[in-house]
T-cell receptor, first 112, second 114 residues
Framework: DQQVKQNSPSLSVQEGRISILNCDYT??????FLWYKKYPAEGPTFLIS?????DKNEDGRFTVFLNKSAKHLSLHIVPSQPGDSAVYFC???????????FGAGTTVTVRA | DAGITQSPRHKVTETGTPVTLRCHQT?????MYWYRQDPGHGLRLIHY???????DKGEVSDGYSVSRSKTEDFLLTLESATSSQTSVYFC?????????????FGPGTRLTVL
């Protein structure tokens, strides 16, 4: 049973607009969340993370929001650029664990 | 970029044959992982290692075995490949728990079992 779910397999957005990617989790033990980005024929690369003691973390154009009561997080990309076209994976773990649980991924396409 | 290489990068094999994939790191990281990526499933953990000769099963370990005889190498073996093991396989490494250290991924191995 998948503990991390990304229910939107794909997202198409115009260049310059906001991309919003969603992720839900079911395991109450998870307290650390990450987003990875993956280009074709490459391995995933770490993008941004958030601890459960926060509800927002920002890094340049990327912001992750965490709603613990809803067991929901989202990734906002503003403004979206063509180089953001990739697959984005949501992942979760709990503190001091060394394993990650991944969602199925969302493919983002940024249109010119 | 983290020093992780995977070999081979592509492999086509036949059902019933043994296959070994290799992951090599130059970072001296303690933890190493094998994942498979399949459409609709994302990345699923097959096996992981928390030190030399210390390994454990992940969520999809059936049909796979691993070995780690030295820090830098982590081998994934399919004893008798099946078509359901056609996938893209990624190795990853981390130095500490993932909440305090990034997990870095290798470039992947695309395996096709005919």
């Amino acid at each position: 049973d998948q503990q991390v779910k990304q229910n939107s397999p794909s997202l198409s957005v115009q260049e310059g607009r906001i991309s919003i990617l969603n992720c839900d989790y079911t395991n109450s033990m998870f307290d650390y969340f990450l987003w990875y980005k993956k280009y074709p024929a490459e391995g995933p690369t770490f993008l941004i993370s958030i601890s459960s003691i926060k509800d927002k973390n920002e890094d340049g154009r990327f912001t992750v929001f965490l709603n613990k009561s809803a067991k929901h997080l989202s990734l906002h990309i503003v403004p979206s650029q063509p180089g953001d076209s990739a697959v984005y994976f949501c992942a979760a773990t709990h503190t001091n664990d060394y394993k990650l649980s991944f969602g199925a991924g969302t493919t983002v396409t940024v249109r010119a | 970029d983290a020093g992780i290489t995977q070999s081979p990068r592509h492999k086509v094999t036949e059902t019933g044959t043994p296959v070994t994939l290799r992951c090599h790191q130059t970072e001296n990281h303690r933890y190493m992982y094998w994942y498979r990526q399949d459409p609709g499933h994302g990345l699923r953990l097959i096996h992981y290692s928390y030190g030399v000769k210390d390994t454990d099963k992940g969520e999809v370990s059936d049909g796979y075995s691993v070995s780690r005889s030295k820090t830098e190498d982590f081998l994934l073996t399919l004893e008798s490949a099946t078509s359901s093991q056609t996938s893209v396989y990624f190795c990853a490494i981390s130095g500490q728990a993932v909440s305090t250290d990034t997990q870095y991924f290798g470039p992947g191995t695309r395996l096709t079992v005919l």
